[in-house]
């Protein structure tokens, strides 16, 4: 793959070091990714302030067409795009349910051209004899972005677009797993910026404090784990940072006696195992009731029983391997957790044979709280299947739990998954699906799943202060 450089004030920088990027399917050597150090950081950071200046005034529809044109230029390149992300972050191209790395970029489009839509107008507080009052949506000025990497392109611009679409200047910073995409997306986004509007800086974990501490940035968007976003809030208070942390779940959902397990086994296990189940929305608990808990077990292992796990440039992969070998770790210590509390392997279990991070789709059943496997996140493709008799009591169970990023229910009565919808605490629930998304729709976690919301009007909103305008009538 080819070369790569830090992208500030519209210059391609060239480091001095660089560190590896490794395709997780086969530890091969992807791409050398440039090393940035803390004064290329304030340079990125002086250029986007410079070009706030600039930027904050350009018009609303200059913004709104650079807007489209970025996503115009994410199709155009979307192959290589594409490509790349299947070597970095190990989605396949294709994928199950369509939902690999062509539909990342395909997202990634489609949301630069919804967020160029998206319109602040002024609005009126009050008209009468003595005063006008006009309610203005001021851009807040250098906003410092924070990827994860298991969506890493689709999260960039989740970040990116209402920052630019709304006047503020950014510095981005991927993660050190998966910055290659994001590189590319920025030096795409150059052709069409202003210079210092749109900044990039890659480098390993300890680039992230060095930005969230910074005097020079002005809101921090964050998508990451829970661990992490506590730091960048203690780290984020010395000029008082605005934050939208979005962090992460461990989403239940709940599957009624009356459901047509047939039916709805495939939407379960699409929505489970999304990406390798490193999806922060995914369905991560799933309780089923006793009436059907066998038979939705049995429909669930078919299922992963005619999977393909592999490298995901090969045809016909529908998963591809863990993204790295830390969370690897993770995902073999909460399946031998599993297995010490009593748990019963459907499928998988076991990490398979290098070279790559591979993990088997692994269902677990006979599992309650109390194991890790339940009451953690374990972001990686292992499902636990929890049996219940009461709906009272498993609603109870499924908010008895920090995360609160998403939740669902399963039935064929819409009525009663719609009461039963209400009574979870989380930011988005779904009735009869999981997981799915949309630009127009506000998403964002309750509880330690991080607050403020992205997305939609009341997304844009969060890049921008409200400026309260007195304008006398004599
Ligand atoms: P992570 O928190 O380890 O890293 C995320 C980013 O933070 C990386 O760019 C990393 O370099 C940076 N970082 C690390 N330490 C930092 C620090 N002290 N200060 C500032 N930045 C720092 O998360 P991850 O492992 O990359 O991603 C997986 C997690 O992300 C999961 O918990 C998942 O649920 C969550 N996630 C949440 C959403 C959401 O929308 N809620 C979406 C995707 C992922």
Redesign the pocket.
Known sequence: MGNFGLIINGDRVVTASSFDVINPATEELVAKCPLAEAAHLDQAIDAARSAFSLWSQVSNEERKAAVHKIGDLLEKHGGELAGMITEEQGKPLGGFAGLGAQYEIGGAAAWCHATAELELPVKIAQDDENHRIELHRKPLGVVGS??????PLL?AIWHVMPAIRSGNTVVI?????TPLSTLRFVELANQVLPAGVLNIVTG??????L??GHAGIDKIV????????K??MQ?AAGNLKRLTL????NDAGIVLPDVDVEAVAPGIFASSFINSG????ALKRLYVHEDIYDDMCAALKNIADNATVGNGLDEGIDFGPVQNRP?LSIVEAMAKDAKEKGGRFLTGGISQEGPGYFFPLTLVADVKEGCRLVDE?P?GPILPIIKYSDLDEVISRANDNPSG?GGSIWSSDIEQANQLANRLECGTVWINSHAGIQPNVP???VKQ??FGV?FSTEGLEEYTSIQSVFIPKK
Do not use: H, R
């Open positions: 924070i990827t994860p990497w298991n969506w999260i910073k991927p993660s050190p797993y390993q974990d300890d680039l992230g404090p930005m969230t964050f998508t990451g784990s829970t661990v992490t976003g730091k960048i780290s979005e962090l992460g779940g490193q999806t922060c929305a969370q996140e972001f990023l998403f964002g976690g799943s991080g992205e």
